[in-house]
Nanobody
Framework: QVQLVESGGGLVQPGGSLRLSCTVS????????MGWHRQAPGKQREFVAA???????NYTDSMKGRFTIGRDNSKNTIYLQLNSLKPEDMAAYYC??????????????WGQGTQVTVSS
């Protein structure tokens, strides 16, 4: 069984910062790319950023420069630093990991989401 646990969401004022974390655990042979998506009420889930096990990153253009993704392979953990937050960044942020489990199955695994609220 594989689990993703996210943390770090909360309430922040416009212009503020938050740091999200996501850790994958369980019967895992290998963790490949990990990343973040977000979903605002009434909208489709959208890609935010991803990072490979080798540290290569990819961002949605509109979030480059404000958001930074990082990774600690020794902890199977990724981070998302959110800076200069805007009200339109308010959403549930979901972590995703592409893993090989103990049966050599390639699986995309999603977390439960962590809420980011941007409001004065």
């Amino acid at each position: 069984q594989v689990q993703l646990v996210e943390s770090g969401g909360g309430l922040v004022q416009p212009g503020g910062s938050l740091r999200l974390s996501c850790t994958v655990s369980g019967s895992i042979l290998q963790v490949n790319a990990m990343g973040w998506h977000r979903q605002a009420p009434g909208k489709q889930r959208e890609f935010v950023a991803a990072i490979t096990s080798g540290g290569r990153t990819n961002y949605t253009d509109s979030m480059k420069g404000r958001f930074t993704i990082g990774r600690d392979n020794s902890k199977n953990t990724i981070y998302l630093q959110l800076n200069s937050l805007k009200p339109e960044d308010m959403a549930a942020y979901y972590c995703k990991a592409d893993i090989y489990d103990h049966l050599y199955r390639y699986l995309p695994v999603w977390g439960q989401g962590t809420q980011v609220t941007v409001s004065s």
